[in-house]
């Protein structure tokens, strides 16, 4: 008897303790590429139209979202109870009664001028007329209470950014707005250049929009003055310095965008208050200008990739959870600017001390399978020492990606650091980090479609976020964020 009692309590600290070591490990097996494969041609499809901001068809993708959510076995955790937390976006955008009149030209908004940004302004004024001036001579002229007109040139701009026609007219701006104002200019005229010609047709749909806002950002329409286009073909309107008559009208109203929010609850007693959050955007483009005769933004890469890397990671925790909680927000209206990020952090639907992590991912199927970046990685980005030590750790336990690490540098080109919704959660004070595969050269084209899709690599930058996220769920200690931690652009 004592030999089977024996016996029986030996077998228990065995079993036990084999399912202890089990429990350690990451679910791994449970990511299937099927998965991932299927649920990309569903949420990168055409029925979804590019699943714009701010329109039925992010809602409509949303709706899918929340219950492929439920089908992986999240709960809900957006607002009353559902999977849905709705915010109101702003949208700031010129109305088709605005007028322009130069000399004795009526010009047509759209067609004949384009407005950079939306603003309010009553101008009667004179146009002075800079030729190729650079802006450290605008000194020289005479422009206080005057419209400067001045031909675009990409002298002193940086050539090397991804889609560079088309944020070009912004390079401009930038180049010569903040001296135009200083000298008292009332609104500034570019004519096109080469580059500025060929930007027209993709920049139109763009200013045609308007812009958007959040609360706490971009609410309001800016006191900026205005910034028009014309084509060099008519140049002739804005020399010999003719009178103007300009009145811009933009109004304000609210759109509705949601962020999808599921969790799954941890295991510890304690530690399942905390959690983990995996993040990522449901968003994109919308119908736009066509590209290769397709006019349908699909967004495979940017960023339906990360949709369906949750889900297949939501499936793991479902089989095999962890410690802490996990919580999946799918963010809108990031490519209206991170709004649906900054929206949470700022209302986040946990309490905001129980975040211990914020795993992002933005971009993670295409490129070489064997190089990734981890953005938040380095100084000065890096917030967290411990959190990047579980992701470095996680890769070197399995996908072994080479890192790209010039992408998280301040000087890099891109500034993609700044460009995905990890970045509201950093700033608030939340460890946080970046994974993706970077760009490509379909990036915010109709060609980001499901079949371009590299399934190894989206795979492997799965397994990669899934097990550091699995070290942020079990280990004792939470990340800590480093003291004096700041960012600057």
Same mark, same amino acid.
């Given at each position: 008897m004592r030999k089977e009692y024996f016996?029986?309590?030996?077998?228990?600290?065995?079993?036990?303790?084999?399912?202890?070591?089990?429990?350690?490990?990451?679910?791994?097996s449970a990511i299937k590429e099927t998965d991932l494969r299927k649920d990309m041609y569903e949420l990168a499809a055409d029925q979804f139209w590019g699943r714009e901001a701010g329109t039925l068809d992010e809602l409509k993708v949303s709706m899918w979202l929340a219950d492929k959510a439920k089908e992986a076995g999240m709960k809900p955790a957006g607002d009353n109870g559902t999977f849905f937390q709705f915010f109101d976006m702003y949208r700031h955008q010129v109305i088709p009664q605005s007028s322009l009149k130069i000399g004795d030209n009526q010009l047509k908004l759209w067609k004949d001028f384009l407005v950079a940004e939306p603003v309010n302004a009553n101008i009667d004024a004179e146009i002075v007329y800079a030729g190729t001036t650079e802006p450290e001579d605008l000194s020289k002229l005479n422009i206080k209470g005057k419209i400067l007109a001045i031909n675009?040139?990409?002298?002193? !701009?940086?050539?090397?950014?991804?889609?560079?026609?088309?944020?070009?007219?912004?390079?401009?701006?930038?180049?010569?707005?903040?001296?135009?104002?200083?000298?008292?200019?009332?609104?500034?005229?570019?004519?096109?250049?080469?580059?500025?010609?060929?930007?027209?047709?993709?920049?139109?749909?763009?200013?045609?929009?308007?812009?958007?806002?959040?609360?706490?950002?971009?609410?309001?329409?800016?006191?900026? !003055?205005?910034?028009?286009w014309i084509k060099r073909e008519n140049a002739n309107w804005v020399k010999n310095n003719p009178k103007i008559s300009l009145n811009l009208i933009t109004e304000t109203y609210k759109y509705?965008?949601?962020?999808?929010?599921?969790?799954?609850?941890?295991?510890?007693?304690k530690l399942k208050d905390e959690f983990?959050?995996?993040?990522?955007?449901?968003?994109?483009?919308?119908?736009?200008?066509?590209?290769?005769?397709?006019? !349908?933004?699909?967004?495979?890469?940017?960023?339906?990739?990360?949709?369906?890397?949750?889900?297949?990671?939501?499936?793991?925790?479902?089989?095999?959870?962890g410690k802490r909680s996990i919580l999946f927000v799918f963010h809108g209206a990031e490519e209206r600017g991170l709004l649906g990020s900054r929206w949470h952090a700022a209302h986040p639907v946990v309490p905001k001390e129980k975040i211990v992590a914020v795993l992002n991912g933005d971009m993670i199927g295409r490129n070489d399978n064997n190089e990734a970046a981890l953005l938040g990685g380095n100084a000065p980005h890096k917030n967290s020492e411990e959190l990047v030590k579980m992701a470095e750790d996680a890769n070197n336990e399995s996908t072994k990606f080479k890192y790209l690490?010039?992408?998280?540098?301040?000087?890099?080109?891109?500034?993609?650091?700044?460009?995905?919704?990890?970045?509201?959660?950093?700033?608030?004070?939340?460890?946080?980090?970046?994974?993706?595969?970077?760009?490509?050269?379909?990036?915010h084209t109709p060609q980001d479609e499901s079949e371009n899709i590299n399934y190894k690599k989206l795979y492997k930058m799965t397994e990669w976020m899934y097990r550091t996220s699995w070290k942020a769920a079990n280990e004792t200690e939470r990340p800590k964020v480093i003291s004096n931690f700041t960012l600057e652009r």
């Open positions: 016996l029986s309590i030996l077998s228990l600290i065995f079993f036990g303790f084999g399912n202890a070591q089990n429990y350690k490990k990451p679910l791994v675009a040139s990409d002298k002193n !701009i940086d050539k090397e950014m991804t889609l560079f026609v088309r944020r070009y007219p912004g390079f401009v701006r930038t180049k010569y707005y903040n001296k135009a104002l200083e000298l008292g200019a009332k609104a500034i005229i570019f004519i096109t250049d080469d580059t500025s010609e060929k930007s027209w047709v993709e920049v139109l749909p763009q200013m045609t929009r308007g812009a958007y806002g959040v609360e706490g950002l971009r609410e309001k329409v800016t006191n900026n !003055i205005p910034v028009l509705p965008s949601v962020n999808i929010i599921g969790k799954i609850d941890g295991t510890d007693p983990v959050l995996l993040s990522g955007h449901q968003d994109h483009d919308g119908i736009r200008h066509p590209v290769k005769n397709d006019t !349908i933004y699909n967004g495979a890469d940017d960023n339906a990739s990360t949709c369906v890397a949750m889900l297949a990671m939501a499936r793991a925790y479902k089989k095999q959870p690490k010039d992408w998280d540098s301040p000087s890099h080109a891109e500034y993609f650091y700044f460009r995905s919704d990890h970045l509201p959660y950093a700033k608030a004070g939340i460890p946080a980090i970046f994974f993706t595969s970077v760009l490509h050269d379909q990036y």
